[in-house]
């Protein structure tokens, strides 16, 4: 949504780099685009006009003045009041001392709040509550339905003694509720109140009726952060209206230009509370100002990565993947696993776009698709267990097989074998460098004593040209070791991570059996 915004601000960015010093004329040029940026996001204009007055205001001072890095300070100060726009700090629920938790859901029609009703239901699941959903849009038709089935799809039970489609009183139905709720233990309450195409007095008479019958803890008022600028006179109407104490943006994921969650923290004075980011019930989470700061700003989302990580791997299965890596005995089935599990934190264009950097390869991360991972589950999956366990016995044969069993070329099968091998020695090479067992310093120094004993007590071969290419390996390893730089080249059999070069032959994978200057050493 934002990536419109981010390439107008890298853009503005772009002209201090490499200045020693800046000008007031520099910082006015630089507030300049900034401003466009935000009008063409959509911003409303009393924040576009807060925003540039802070960031001018800080830039003029002494801390951009005396840095040593002008252009990374104002970077540093745009972050930071971007963070101040979107409402400072992340903003959590407040539960009542005595359950059930009631919390209303209000918006306009088509923002999304029987969806985000089951999305929330299912948050509030999985932080061990007991939720309770509620259906009091009793006018829309077939909402009562649309609840139920997202409420099953979530595992959440359902208040519905109504049939809707214009039948039943929905501040009766959400006043039995409460006592409902009460009677069979949920701690949480979640009302689904009916919207209208626009704000009217019908709408507004009667989610205040619906507020004064059941005393919410929070009012959560739902935008579509689609609709831009339209969202802040809406969420002020409702404001007069009825009130609320935070707002939920749903729609994160569209193409629109995102300027409503820009604008309605900082107008209306109440925090962003939850972001809807996808259809699925999955794609909601905790709204974190920082991070959406940083995203804008192309530094990436790192914490909300490894926090998806963290859902999507189990703590013993990412150690057991680990030492596998370190031991390289990582195969095409682990790797499969990887994926798989990689798959249930969302579409790969948007974890790599979470990624520090990434903000500058949008037009490479739009071509990432779906379709890549199916094509290499596909690939496989159409191999043998032991062709998963050992790729070096697929030869031509056993390749033509796959490429038919997976809907794909033979060519793409070969690709697929040589990222995974270099995917294979760059696992290696990232577990041994963070300790993981076999790698690190420690792993590094041992496999050079052991390839030095090895080196003095090791056979001359009696090939001429092969022991003088064998004398000059063991003088570049020397070298090599006493640089202190990367790993050791070794043959197979060293106990330590093969040399480039013969991993690059063949396909990505070392030849089996002893090296082919000895196997001619022999036969001669």
């Not at 007991?130 to 259906?135: C, G, I, K, M, S």
């Not at 109504?162 to 501040?171: H, K, L, S």
């Not at 999956?381 to 697929?394: H, K, Y």
């Not at 003088?475 to 480039?500: I, N, S, Y």
């Amino acid at each position: 949504m934002f990536d419109t915004l981010s390439s107008r601000l890298d853009k503005a960015f772009s002209s201090l780099r490499g200045k020693g010093r800046l000008s007031e004329a520099d910082i006015n040029a630089t507030a300049r685009e900034i401003r466009v940026a935000l009008l063409e996001a959509d911003v409303a204009l009393p924040a576009v006009r807060a925003f540039i007055a802070a960031v001018r205001e800080r830039a003029m001072g002494a801390e951009v003045s005396a840095s040593l890095n002008p252009a990374q300070q104002v970077v540093k100060i745009v972050n930071e009041e971007l963070i101040a726009i979107l409402g400072g700090a992340a903003a959590t629920l407040r539960f009542a001392k005595t359950p059930p938790t009631v919390i209303l859901l209000a918006g306009l029609q088509g923002t999304g709040k029987t969806t985000l009703a089951g999305k929330l239901g299912r948050w509030l699941a999985a932080q061990g509550h007991t939720p309770l959903l509620v259906a009091a849009d009793l006018q829309r038709p077939n909402a009562v339905t649309q609840l139920q089935v997202v409420a099953a799809r979530a595992g959440i039970d359902v208040f519905a003694p109504e049939p809707g489609n214009g039948v039943g009183d929905p501040v009766a139905v959400a006043r039995d509720a409460v006592e409902h709720a009460r009677r069979r233990l949920h701690d949480v309450v979640v009302v689904d109140t009916a919207g209208r195409l626009g704000v009217d007095a019908e709408m507004m008479r009667q989610a205040a009726d619906i507020r004064d019958v059941t005393s919410p803890d929070e009012i959560l008022f739902v935008v579509d952060a689609m609709i831009g600028q339209d969202a802040v006179a809406t969420a002020q109407a409702f404001a007069d209206g009825v009130g609320f104490s935070a707002v939920v943006l749903t729609k994160l994921d569209g193409d629109a230009r995102g300027g409503a969650a820009l604008s309605v923290a900082h107008l209306t004075g109440k925090p962003i509370m939850f972001a809807s980011t996808g259809e699925a019930l999955e794609d909601f989470d905790v709204f974190h100002p920082e991070r959406m700061a940083s995203r804008i700003l192309g530094m990436g989302d790192v914490l909300t990565l490894i926090e998806q990580a963290e859902k999507a791997f189990e703590a013993d299965q990412a150690e057991a993947m680990a030492a596998k890596m370190a031991a390289s005995e990582f195969t095409l089935s682990d790797f499969l696993d990887q994926m798989l599990a990689v798959r249930k934190m969302g579409p790969i264009a948007n974890l790599l776009g979470m990624l520090p950097g990434m903000g500058q390869m949008k037009e490479q991360l739009s071509q990432i698709g779906e379709r890549d991972v199916d094509r290499v589950v596909a690939i496989i999956r159409s191999m043998t267990p032991a062709e998963r366990q050992d790729p070096r016995i697929l030869q031509a044969s056993r390749k033509a097989r796959v490429a038919r069993g997976s809907g794909v070329t033979v060519t793409e099968v070969n690709q697929l074998l040589d990222r995974f091998d270099e995917a294979r020695k760059v696992m290696k090479q990232m577990a041994g460098g963070m300790g993981v067992p076999g790698g690190g310093q420690r792993g590094r120094a041992a496999a050079n004593r052991k390839a030095s004993k090895k080196g003095k007590g090791a056979n001359r071969k009696g090939n001429p040209a092969a022991r003088a290419a064998q004398t000059q390996a063991e003088q570049a390893a020397a070298e090599a070791r006493r640089a202190g730089g990367g790993l050791p080249a070794a043959g197979p059999g060293d106990g330590v991570m093969p040399d480039l070069s013969a991993l690059m032959r063949g396909g990505g994978f070392p030849p089996a059996g002893p090296p082919p200057g000895q196997r001619r050493g022999k036969q001669r």
